[in-house]
Each structure stands twice: as structure tokens, then as C-alpha cells.
């Protein structure tokens, strides 16, 4: 009975935190939009507009909903449902800290460590394809197809070197949980510095996934009037456009966790503080490098320009998955290397 | 003929490895971004603050009064015959008796009006008013959502008789003096 009451209030505060960061993303987005391009940005609702997603979310639920006649009601609904879901769904696997001793029991700050979590990660992310893929269908709209079919190959062809990217990762923890990838990494032993090219190839193709600029096709306004939520209004527009900044955070959880430590820091043995409070602090330093993380996924977004359709494709096809399968054969060699059973 | 320097001839040329991994080039656009990020930021707060305007500006009209309050305007209609754009519309009417505290001459404009959409605030009215009624002055005329709203009537062109309702005009009349 208390396991349950425990992880459904962990369940509410992971679902909630991230709702909140996701909403305050649309308002940092704004910002950082604007201080990029030497503007303010929102600054009238409420002190320095901190308000503003308050606004935004009121002003979504106030407009008129419409479903286009020739839309398939049920898939038309299901679409943004299903995005929804599978944005929330993935926070479940991810530490987001070491864990709290009261009363002499051990609580983990996480809601469960499933062996195989960088899977369930991939199996959610998948998920969410149809989320776009129902949408754009049952629209019923030549653009908002064209959304749809432009954004999952989009994500199917970068999940492949995504996940080559991951397997190099796993050669070297010889873990899929991800605590224990994160365990691994303590104090400054961060994965990055073994996986180097991983790194990079994980960060490029979280930007495929998350469908943000560079690779934000599937809804070029350019082109395709507002990709796959073309026929979408109201709060189901609302929960696609929220929806990206959860997965935006989701994966800037990720890309820290696998890849930055986690929750561990440099010098974390030398504070000399109780294990609650570095267990705390880690969880605050997390944290800060979810937000940098969100930080760069906006900072490239003022950046870059969109990708053209057939270069995406190249990148995604003839470079990205080439040298993923280079950086499995690399960390492969280095792997033998330093278990001593590779011999010159 | 080459008129600048500044024309580029376009090469269709191989991209070289370095610019090929995109990354240097995506890494120098990312320094160029965080740099205006601790930069000054352009904009102006509009009601609050307004931007400097020359001394000479030439906005929103006023009609104005003389030292007793009395109304310049006498409905000569020379302004409206100078406006290129046609903008300006008056009807005149005669001072009755017991209005001598409220117009100047005997003849004065019962309607004025200048329609803000024609307008191009060349300040040809002011030129050639001979009374000193009409000037242009350094207000905006602010924005509206129904077309109608921007024919300014005297209520919204005349300055009041209370000294904090005038409106200043010494800087137009003195950039008359200059020329």
C-alpha cells in the first residue's frame, strides 16, 4: 500500500514538473527568441510577462474548436491524445536524483528502474509517430498529410542512428537501465568523454525526434501552412504544440542523463555533506543541465535554418547512420582494448 | 557596367570536408547568436516611452486659441483649398451675439474636420493659414479599429482654454521663422 501511495506521488510530481517546465519552455522560448534578435519579448502579463503561459493556455481553451466534416472524428481526436500521452509517458525511467533515506528506508527519486529503460525510452518515442501520423491522416488535408508523412519518416530514419548511437553507448556501461548508466558516471567520469561522437549523433538526432529547427519540417510553415495541425484548433492544437516542449525537456533529461552524468558532479566525494543532501543537490544540478540543454534546443532553433527535405534525408541516411555504425565499430575496438583482450 | 564592388559572381562549387560535417559552420552561428544575447535590445516600450522626435515634427493637427481663449479660425477654407489631399472639410458660421468670449472674428468654423486616413501631414495648412490657427504638432494620432473614428472633428482638434490644455506650438512656429 505505501509502494503504491509513493509512486503514484511520484507519478503526480514527475506529470506535474514537467507540465510546468514544458509551460514555462513556450515562455523561455518567447524570451530567448527575443533576446536573440535584440528585442524583450512578452513583458506585459504580470512581472516581466511570467504570466504569459498562464495567458496562452487560458486564450487555447477559450477558442472555438472545429473538426473539419471530412475528418475522421475518432482519429482526429486520438491524434493529439496520443502525443500527449506518449510525451508524459517517458519521464517514468528517468533518476531524477539518487534517492532520499528516511527513517532508515531507501526511497529512489525515481518512479521505477526498469532493466531495460533506454528501450522503453525508443518504444514510447515510436509511439508517439502515430501521434503525429493519426493527426495529419485524419485531417483530411493534403498539407497536413504531407505534415505527417514528412515527420515520421523524418523520426523513423533518425531512430536508426539514434539507436545505433545508443547501442556504442551500451558496449561501453554494458547496461540498458538507465540509473545504472547514471550511477556509473560518478563525479566527473561522464560518458561523454568515452562516447565523444555519440554525444553528438544522440544530440542531432534528439533534434529529429523532438521535430525542432533544424529539422522542423513537418510543420514548415513555408510550405506546408502549419504541417500536420494544419486542421487543428483549440486545445488540441494546444496539446501538439505542448506536447513538443514535454519531449523537448523529456529529452534534455535524456541527453544529460545518458550522456552528462545525470545528477553526479565533479567533487561530489570532497563536499563532505550527508548523502540526503548531496542526493538533493545532485537532483538541482540535474536540473540545471535539463535547462541547458532546453537552453540549446532554443539557442540552435534562433540559429539555424530549416533543412531542405532531401538534405534531411542524406544527413539522416549517408552520414548520420555511416557514422554511427563507425562509432559502434570504434568503441567496439575500445571496449576489447581495455578489457585487455585486444593484442597488437 | 560595374557600378560597386559589392556584386559576388556565384560559384556552384563542391562543398569541402569542413563545411561538409556543417558543425564549424553551426558552432560560428551559435557565437554569433550568444552574442546578441547580452546585447541592448532595440525596443520601445510604445505607450510609455516614445521615441525622440525632431524638433520640427509634423504629427497630429491642432486648432488653436488665442490668449483669451477665443478661436483662431475663422473659416477662410485656404487650408482646405491647399491641402493636397484633400483632407480637410469645414462648414462657417456667423458669431451671434454673446459669443465674442468664444471666437475671435465674426465668422468662424462651426465643423471642422480632417480625416487622419487622408492626411499626409505635409503641413500645408499650417503654410497657408493667415490666422494662426492650425498647426501640426509632435502628438500622434493613435491607432483605431473602425475607419469612421479617424475623422477628427473639433473635439479632438481644438485645444482647450485652461493652461494645462494648451498645446505647445512655439517649436513649429519658430521652424517657420528659420525658413
Same mark, same amino acid.
Given at each position: 500500500?505505501?509502494?503504491?501511495?509513493?509512486?503514484?506521488?511520484?507519478?503526480?510530481?514527475?506529470?506535474?514538473?514537467?507540465?510546468?517546465?514544458?509551460?514555462?519552455?513556450?515562455?523561455?522560448?518567447?524570451?530567448?527568441?527575443?533576446?536573440?534578435?535584440?528585442?524583450?519579448?512578452?513583458?506585459?502579463?504580470?512581472?516581466?510577462?511570467?504570466?504569459?503561459?498562464?495567458?496562452?493556455?487560458?486564450? @487555447?481553451?477559450?477558442?472555438?474548436?472545429?473538426?473539419?466534416? *471530412? &475528418?475522421?472524428?475518432?482519429?482526429?481526436?486520438?491524434?493529439?491524445?496520443? @502525443?500527449?500521452?506518449?510525451?508524459?509517458?517517458?519521464?517514468?525511467?528517468?533518476?531524477?536524483? *539518487?534517492?532520499?533515506?528516511?527513517?532508515?528506508?531507501?526511497? /529512489?527519486?525515481?518512479?521505477?528502474?526498469?532493466?531495460?529503460?533506454?528501450? +522503453?525510452?525508443?518504444?514510447?518515442?515510436?509511439?508517439?509517430?502515430?501521434?503525429?501520423?493519426?493527426?495529419?491522416?485524419?485531417?483530411?488535408?493534403?498539407?497536413?498529410? @504531407?505534415?505527417?508523412?514528412? &515527420?515520421?519518416?523524418?523520426?523513423?530514419?533518425?531512430?536508426?542512428?539514434?539507436?545505433?548511437?545508443?547501442?556504442?553507448?551500451?558496449?561501453?556501461?554494458?547496461?540498458?537501465?538507465?540509473?545504472?548508466?547514471?550511477?556509473?558516471?560518478?563525479?566527473?567520469?561522464?560518458?561523454?568523454?568515452?562516447?565523444?561522437?555519440?554525444?553528438?549523433?544522440?544530440?542531432?538526432?534528439?533534434? &529529429?525526434?523532438?521535430?525542432?529547427?533544424?529539422?522542423?519540417?513537418?510543420?514548415?510553415?513555408?510550405?506546408?501552412?502549419?504541417?500536420?495541425?494544419?486542421? +487543428?484548433?483549440?486545445?488540441?492544437?494546444?496539446? +501538439?504544440?505542448?506536447?513538443?516542449?514535454?519531449?523537448?525537456?523529456?529529452?534534455?533529461?535524456?541527453?544529460?542523463?545518458?550522456?552528462?552524468?545525470? +545528477?553526479?558532479? /565533479?567533487?561530489?566525494?570532497?563536499?563532505?555533506?550527508?548523502?540526503?543532501?548531496?542526493?538533493?543537490?545532485?537532483?538541482?544540478?540535474?536540473?540545471?543541465?535539463?535547462?541547458?540543454?532546453?537552453?540549446?534546443?532554443?539557442?540552435?532553433?534562433?540559429?539555424?535554418?530549416?533543412?531542405?527535405?532531401?538534405?534531411?534525408? *542524406?544527413?539522416?541516411?549517408?552520414?548520420?547512420?555511416?557514422? &554511427?555504425?563507425?562509432?559502434?565499430?570504434?568503441?567496439?575496438?575500445?571496449?576489447?582494448?581495455?578489457?585487455?583482450?585486444?593484442?597488437? | 557596367?560595374?557600378?560597386?564592388?559589392?556584386?559576388?559572381?556565384?560559384?556552384?562549387?563542391?562543398?569541402?570536408?569542413?563545411?561538409?560535417?556543417? %558543425?564549424?559552420?553551426? %558552432?560560428?552561428?551559435?557565437?554569433?547568436?550568444?552574442?546578441?544575447?547580452?546585447?541592448?535590445?532595440?525596443?520601445?516600450?510604445?505607450?510609455?516611452?516614445?521615441?525622440?522626435?525632431?524638433?520640427?515634427?509634423?504629427?497630429?493637427?491642432?486648432?488653436?486659441?488665442?490668449?483669451?481663449?477665443?478661436?483662431?479660425?475663422?473659416?477662410?477654407?485656404?487650408?482646405?483649398?491647399?491641402?493636397?489631399?484633400?483632407?480637410?472639410?469645414?462648414?462657417?458660421?456667423?458669431?451671434?451675439?454673446?459669443?465674442?468670449?468664444?471666437?475671435?472674428? =465674426?465668422?468662424?468654423?462651426?465643423?471642422?474636420?480632417?480625416?487622419?486616413?487622408?492626411?499626409?501631414?505635409?503641413?500645408?495648412?499650417?503654410?497657408?493659414?493667415?490666422?494662426?490657427?492650425?498647426?501640426?504638432?509632435?502628438?500622434?494620432?493613435?491607432?483605431?479599429?473602425?475607419?469612421?473614428?479617424?475623422?477628427?472633428?473639433?473635439?479632438?482638434?481644438?485645444?482647450?482654454?485652461?493652461? =494645462?490644455?494648451?498645446?505647445?506650438?512655439?517649436?513649429?512656429?519658430?521652424?517657420?521663422?528659420?525658413?
Amino acid at each position: 500500500m505505501e509502494f503504491f501511495v509513493i509512486k503514484l506521488v511520484l507519478v503526480l510530481i514527475v506529470f506535474l514538473v514537467s507540465l510546468g517546465v514544458a509551460a514555462y519552455s513556450t515562455y523561455a522560448e518567447r524570451k530567448i527568441a527575443a533576446f536573440l534578435q535584440d528585442r524583450i519579448g512578452p513583458d506585459r502579463a504580470g512581472p516581466f510577462g511570467l504570466l504569459q503561459p498562464l495567458a496562452d493556455g487560458l486564450k @487555447m481553451f477559450m477558442k472555438e474548436e472545429i473538426i473539419p466534416t *471530412h &475528418a475522421d472524428k475518432f482519429l482526429f481526436i486520438l491524434g493529439p491524445c496520443i @502525443m500527449m500521452m506518449t510525451a508524459s509517458m517517458t519521464g517514468v525511467i528517468i533518476p531524477w536524483g *539518487h534517492g532520499l533515506e528516511i527513517n532508515g528506508s531507501f526511497y /529512489p527519486v525515481q518512479i521505477t528502474d526498469i532493466n531495460i529503460g533506454i528501450l +522503453y525510452v525508443f518504444g514510447v518515442v515510436s509511439i508517439g509517430v502515430y501521434g503525429i501520423m493519426i493527426g495529419g491522416w485524419a485531417s483530411n488535408n493534403k498539407y497536413s498529410l @504531407m505534415g505527417a508523412i514528412r &515527420a515520421s519518416s523524418q523520426m523513423i530514419s533518425y531512430e536508426l542512428a539514434m539507436g545505433m548511437a545508443i547501442i556504442a553507448l551500451i558496449m561501453t556501461t554494458g547496461t540498458l537501465s538507465v540509473r545504472e548508466i547514471v550511477e556509473q558516471q560518478h563525479g566527473i567520469h561522464w560518458n561523454i568523454f568515452t562516447q565523444p561522437l555519440g554525444v553528438i549523433l544522440f544530440i542531432v538526432c534528439a533534434f &529529429a525526434e523532438c521535430n525542432r529547427t533544424p529539422f522542423d519540417l513537418p510543420e514548415c510553415e513555408t510550405e506546408l501552412v502549419g504541417g500536420y495541425h494544419t486542421e +487543428y484548433s483549440s486545445m488540441k492544437l494546444g496539446f +501538439y504544440l505542448f506536447a513538443e516542449y514535454i519531449n523537448m525537456f523529456i529529452s534534455a533529461a535524456i541527453i544529460s542523463s545518458l550522456y552528462f552524468g545525470g +545528477y553526479n558532479f /565533479p567533487f561530489i566525494d570532497q563536499l563532505g555533506l550527508s548523502p540526503n543532501m548531496l542526493s538533493m543537490l545532485g537532483t538541482i544540478i540535474f536540473f540545471g543541465k535539463i535547462f541547458f540543454f532546453i537552453f540549446f534546443f532554443m539557442w540552435v532553433r534562433w540559429t539555424i535554418p530549416r533543412f531542405r527535405y532531401d538534405q534531411l534525408m *542524406h544527413l539522416g541516411w549517408r552520414i548520420m547512420i555511416p557514422l &554511427a555504425i563507425v562509432n559502434i565499430l570504434g568503441t567496439g575496438v575500445y571496449v576489447l582494448f581495455k578489457n585487455g583482450q585486444l593484442h597488437f | 557596367m560595374q557600378l560597386t564592388n559589392r556584386s559576388k559572381v556565384v560559384v556552384n562549387k563542391e562543398m569541402t570536408f569542413a563545411e561538409k560535417i556543417y %558543425l564549424p559552420a553551426v %558552432l560560428s552561428g551559435l557565437a554569433i547568436t550568444i552574442k546578441h544575447l547580452f546585447k541592448k535590445s532595440a525596443t520601445i516600450k510604445y505607450p510609455e516611452q516614445t521615441r525622440p522626435v525632431s524638433e520640427n515634427y509634423r504629427g497630429m493637427h491642432v486648432l488653436k486659441r488665442d490668449e483669451q481663449g477665443r478661436e483662431n479660425c475663422t473659416a477662410c477654407g485656404l487650408c482646405a483649398v491647399a491641402c493636397p489631399a484633400e483632407a480637410i472639410t469645414m462648414t462657417s458660421a456667423e458669431r451671434k451675439k454673446g459669443e465674442d468670449h468664444l471666437y475671435r472674428e =465674426e465668422k468662424y468654423a462651426e465643423v471642422y474636420e480632417i480625416n487622419m486616413l487622408r492626411c499626409i501631414f505635409c503641413g500645408l495648412c499650417e503654410e497657408a493659414c493667415p490666422k494662426e490657427a492650425i498647426f501640426l504638432t509632435d502628438r500622434l494620432v493613435p491607432s483605431d479599429f473602425v475607419r469612421t473614428n479617424f475623422i477628427y472633428g473639433k473635439d479632438k482638434l481644438l485645444e482647450g482654454t485652461s493652461a =494645462e490644455l494648451r498645446v505647445d506650438v512655439s517649436k513649429r512656429i519658430n521652424a517657420h521663422r528659420k525658413l
